[in-house]
């Protein structure tokens, strides 16, 4: 099933984490040993089982194969070995042909040992080299607000997505109960029967793209960068900050909690970023757990409108004050820069 691609994606933080970003236009890409998930892959993880464990499970499926009712398929040597010794019945017993199996496999599973180490390479080269961006799919998410908006006191920063973006393809969470692996030993045993091996990449970038169900409120969507070698020799950090178009910054949403005096500057820092920017406050839905999203506009976003159509519209934009930065300050800056404007929900993509 093909995910849908969300028009935005959300970026749920505190007050000072959110005007770093703004500071700096970038976001923080990390490597995904920062995670603070300990079932999330890195590149200290290993592989789930031994050569000896691999060589042991081969056996087995070889054994179950020459013995199963189904005449099994394929054009690999070991398979027309069995279809032959199954004609001829040439294994007794189960316990016979462990012994012949084993001694014909050990080579086969050596070569693949061989195979998993340069797979270990690369996947430690793959995961130091990585660097994930991590988002939600909605500003609709109270626990997100919870866990990454302390506590509704935070910010949630909305990105635009898709094509001429800087997140033009990210990729959604799935929860599920079954963990990932850098390689499941079933399909070990698959590539040492069949003669295969895959393809590394997509492989790699489907391990960082699951997580438990338990979670799965937090809808979160991952962008994912591969920085090159040279560039990893460059630094000694796991992460790169990496900047962002202004157009890309859609709107800047306050929590239910966010403090007065910390969202001025945030204005201003997103207004510098991009002037179009839609600034949204949280409000709490009567009666229900759900949030709204009231609008607010800036002064400096209003349309210059002739007075004819004023008359036509019903909105006075002469009645919004100027905003002068050298005679204002603290709460009534904040106060003079915005009109509220009350908007539905669902227009806001919330």
């Known amino acids: 099933m093909v995910n849908k691609t969300p028009d935005s994606l959300v970026k749920f933080c505190d007050t000072v984490t959110a005007e770093k970003i703004l500071t700096s236009q970038a976001l923080r890409w990390s490597a995904p040993h920062l995670f603070i998930d300990p079932f999330e892959l890195n590149h200290t993880s290993e592989l789930c089982f031994t050569p000896q464990e ?40 189960p316990d016979e042909a462990d012994e012949v199996l084993r001694g014909l496999l050990k080579p086969l599973v050596n070569a693949r040992d061989e195979y998993n180490q340069r797979l270990m390479q690369n996947w430690r080269s793959y995961c130091m080299r990585l660097r994930l961006c991590c988002f939600s799919s909605r500003l609709n998410n109270p626990m997100a607000w919870q866990q990454w908006g302390n506590h509704h006191r935070g910010v949630a920063l909305r990105f635009n997505v898709g094509e001429h973006t800087d997140f033009e393809e990210p990729h959604k969470i799935q929860y599920q109960d079954t963990r990932p692996e850098i390689s499941l030993l079933a399909d070990q045993v698959e590539a040492v029967i069949k003669n295969f091996q895959e393809e590394h990449g997509q492989v790699f970038t489907d391990k960082f793209l699951t997580k438990a169900k338990s979670l799965a409120h937090q809808r979160e969507w991952r962008c994912f960068k591969v920085i090159s070698e040279k560039a990893l020799a460059r630094t000694d950090d796991d992460y790169s900050d990496i900047v962002f178009n202004g157009a890309d910054l859609d709107a800047i949403c306050f929590g239910l909690h ?49 007075p004819a159509l004023e008359e ?4 006075d934009f002469d009645d919004l004050p100027d905003l002068d930065q050298d005679s204002i300050s603290g709460d009534a800056a904040l106060d003079q820069m915005l009109e509220e404007v009350s908007l539905p929900l669902n227009e806001h993509r919330a």
């Open 54 to 93: 691999l060589l042991a499970a081969t056996v087995k499926h070889a054994v179950n194969l020459i013995f199963c009712p189904d005449r099994p398929g394929g054009s690999t040597p070991i398979l027309q070995a069995i279809r032959r010794w199954r004609s001829e019945d040439r294994f007794a017993s």
């Open 258 to 306: 966010t403090p007065k005096s910390a969202r001025e500057s945030l204005i201003e820092q997103a207004l510098a970023i991009n002037p179009n920017v839609r600034v949204l406050q949280t409000e709490m839905q009567p009666g229900s757990y759900q949030m709204a999203f009231r609008r607010k506009f800036i002064k400096s976003q209003m349309p210059e409108l002739d």
């Open 312 to 315: 036509d519209t019903g909105e």
